[in-house]
């Protein structure tokens, strides 16, 4: 069975050239083999070897009509040929644990998803029965895909709360109330596919880096807001974990430093107590109470949850705008602070603050401009999350793509 390209029989050598070959073809979309050499910095010899390879395995296809290598041109020089990443020449499962779905999908090697398919997720379920159904789901996916299953590169888990990478288990998921469980070890044996698992988060951060609004950013803070506030970053092409995997806990800045709400953590006045999703629609009901006859009360009456907070303030609803602006604000307050520490060159933003970012997103803006330091606010770019609903799965199947394909930093089967 031939998974990937090189497997245990590439040096180390061979496979950072191989890696440094798939970004430039992953970033060029179409480049010829001198260009090829000049990004990477690789012998002309190396290259006509590694795409020769390429070639066979049916990973890079090679043009030669004109529509196909006029962008290589504008870029440099003036290529013969122009060589491609086959997007379906290999494919990636994603599985995202979401709050109260799992959700499964197959995509090809730019992250785009070829077959998805999902089931709900009682959130007191046994760790157990929610893995059996999850191989179900992925079996569905792949069939329904029709995909090859030996040209699939592997499994990538999108998990809540902390994980650990390395040894491949779900350390905590507070809202599901799982503990140590070993995810990797349990979907490997069952579906016979490489599999690596990642906080979901920090997949989604991946993903836009990889195939989203951050392609070629450095340093990239991606944050989501909905049940939780957490961020993902990813620094110069590699997810930031920190030293106990404990990176972007942001939900749990304090803003309120004295009184404010409990938080889950143990602590009161976290940022998560503000701008999640249950903290707005908490405040939104108390909005309400106070005016039972105001846009507000009327639209939270047709039980649309958060979005209908959000069509109120549309409407015209002043103290709902007026509270949003102030959460809005928090958050601008919590991003101007991770600004001074990490100096990102983009922020995206996922979750509610995409749902709602007419309303959200210019004092999100406006407060971090004006309050990081220096000029570090002013450069920081801020936008809102590529993939959205499908982006828990489509961040799990790169962590895949990347662990497995790109990078090869894990072993394939
Ligand atoms: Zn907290």
């Known amino acids: 069975m031939q998974r990937i390209l090189t497997g245990s029989s590439g040096s180390a050598i061979k496979s950072h050239n191989l890696r440094a070959v798939l970004f430039s073809l992953l970033r060029q979309e179409a480049v010829s083999r001198a260009q090829l050499a000049q990004l990477t910095q690789l012998s002309s010899t190396t290259i006509t070897n590694l795409i020769t390879e390429l070639l066979d395995q049916g990973i890079v296809a090679e043009d030669t009509d004109s529509a196909a290598t006029q962008p290589v041109q504008r870029a440099v020089g003036r290529p013969q040929t122009a060589l491609r990443l086959v997007a379906a020449s290999r494919t990636a499962v994603g599985v995202h644990f979401d709050v109260d779905h799992i959700n499964v999908a197959v995509t090809d090697l730019f992250g785009k998803p070829l077959a998805a398919c999902s089931a709900p997720h009682p959130a007191d379920r046994a760790p157990q029965p929610a893995l059996a159904e999850t191989v179900r789901l992925v079996r569905q996916a792949i069939s329904e895909s029709g995909v090859d299953t030996r040209l699939i590169v592997g499994v990538g888990v999108g998990a809540s709360g902390l994980v650990d990478a390395e040894r491949g288990v779900n350390v905590i998921a507070p809202n599901l109330g799982w503990r140590d469980v070993p995810l990797r070890d349990w979907l490997t044996a069952e579906l016979g596919l490489p599999v690596c698992i990642e906080n979901n988060v920090r997949t989604m951060a991946l993903a836009e880096v990889m195939f989203g609004a951050g392609r070629g950013v450095n340093a990239l803070a991606f944050v989501y807001a909905r049940v939780g506030v957490g961020a993902g970053f990813v620094v110069n092409g ?55 006859r105001s846009l507000l009360a009327e639209h939270l009456r047709t039980g649309q949850g958060l979005e209908s907070v959000f069509q109120a303030a549309r409407a015209g609803d002043e103290p709902t705008r007026a509270m949003l602006q102030t959460r809005a604000q928090y958050m601008g307050i919590a991003l101007a602070n991770l600004v001074n520490i990490l100096n990102p060159e983009l922020i995206v933003m996922g979750g509610l603050f ?60």
Request: proline fraction near 3%; glycine fraction near 14%; aromatic fraction near 6%.
């Open 238 to 292: 590699e997810i930031y974990r920190g030293s106990a995997e404990g990176a972007g806990e942001i939900g749990h800045t304090t803003i309120i430093p004295n009184g404010g709400i409990r938080c889950r953590c143990g602590n009161t006045g976290c940022l998560e107590t503000l701008v999640s999703e249950p903290a707005l629609l908490r405040a939104a009901h108390e909005l309400a109470e106070a005016q039972p």
């Open 354 to 413: 995409r749902q709602g970012r007419d309303l959200l997103l210019p004092t999100v803006e406006a407060t971090i401009r004006a309050r990081a330091f220096a000029r570090l606010g002013e450069r920081v770019g801020l936008q809102t999350a590529s993939f959205d609903g499908r982006a828990g799965v489509i961040g799990a199947a790169t962590l895949a793509l990347n662990t497995f394909f790109y990078q090869q930093t894990a072993e394939a089967g």
